[in-house]
């Protein structure tokens, strides 16, 4: 069984959109990857809570399969971030932030996550990302994310990063500010030239596109009824992505184009709810039933 | 040989986009609908232009097999429309907008086009569609369009012409404010209560949706690495789709898919060039070609 090694935040969240309010609920990268990918693999999380942190949230995440040992709870308080999304749901508006222990990030690689053979490397400062790259040993498949402030605090960094990874997960808005293109197939180009080896362009509500060197896949926007909260949309279509390709080990053209639409179909149960509320009921039939329901949804005859 | 019947606008275009400005050239939504149709069959022309319009246009149109028997060249100036499009392409800036001729546009259909099986009714005034619709016997199939301006100025009229069609084109902005709703699967709701009975939701560089009361169909959006000019894209989306089902005949739920790939494949061509030049150029080898490439772009395997 292949264990997927993830650094990112943990936060508490307050979150308003047009569905309802709540506040101090679990959230940040680092959540959202761990629960999404642990319907396929387990998971050894690193990251960094205050001693506010309701340790139910830990003991849940442990009854899902997350090691937490990587989990560092310091004195002071949690990493906050409260946000809203107005009618069309498709961009956050950032009311506050708070850092808190989160400044003093320093990711520490427990012994026995060492050898983690798949690796995601969440929304952190890319010198962490860099660090924690050289704590991991031979890993067979790392991934990273990134996101707006970074792409213009810290590109070089960002850049050795991308250098080093084998997946790149990055949203349409940011290829963009990253590399000055606004044409996706461009953009892409330059960030090849970069030595980046896959590139997954999130689209929101509009699917996901994977490009590699060799094709180029295109995943589907799920048509959902009930949006409530697309808060850590993009966390969990990574989690999805990788805990399928570690529970499968195959890093094949076939395994990647389905990965991409298990990290959608992750993506659209995590929108249904706030925080990561639907993953509490999630089963594997409901998870295979949308898989289908993507395939349905995209597939149409070759014969004329 | 089923024949495609289109009653819209001739226009001469003016645009300017990141890559190049055009001045007079031809455009409007019947021409490009008919353009993008006749790659796979006949068109039955109903629209109006002024005597300036130059008559090589026209003679151009009859050489792709279109029938300009019902194309009125009336005393006046053609309809003008000047645009401009920033960076990101996807929305036209209208500078200006001269109807001409087009403001008396009554549409007549000549004898022999009264039985066209296939109608597609532009973006026109809703109680003309209403009109066009009377004069026409017994169709196999229609489908229309509209835009903005008649959802805000004719809602009563639309809802007449949704209610007797059996496509409605319409991009996600507009079934938005037709409908109040956002969210795009209760959109659909609204309007299938309304009498609708196909819905396609175009989504621009994103793709389309169409929706049916037993299936969603998602057709992706095409990674082009050149867009020079969006202009028509619609147009010819809907021209490709209309087009294929006239010439299968067949109004299945596979050849619907198939169709609204095709209408993706034409309009993907249609924004590789200014006006509908790419038309100019483009083989029946080369439109299947990139139907599999589609195909490809959003294949992946069932069997896990």
Redesign the interface.
Known sequence: MNKILVVGSIGLDSVETPFGKVKDIPGGSATYFSMAASFFSPVNLVAIVGQDFPPQHIKYLQRKGIDTAGLVVSPGRTFRWKGKYE???NRAHTLDTQLNVFANFQPELPADYRDSKFVFLANIDPELQLDVLQQAKKPKLVACDTMNFWIEKKKPALRRVIKQVDILFINEAEIRQLTGQ?????ATKIVFSWGAKIIVVK?GE??A?M?TKD????A??F???Q?YDPTGAGDSFAGGFMGYLAKNGELTE?RL??A??FGSVIASFNVEDFSFNRFRTLTGKEI?RR??EF????????S?
Chains 1, 2 share one sequence.
């Open positions: 009618y069309d749901l606004s044409n996706l197939v461009k689209q509009y699917g596109l490009f094709f180029v896949f295109s589907p926007g048509p959902l009824e949006v076939k184009r389905q991409t639409i295979r898989f289908k395939k349905n949804l995209s597939h149409f005859e070759e004329l």
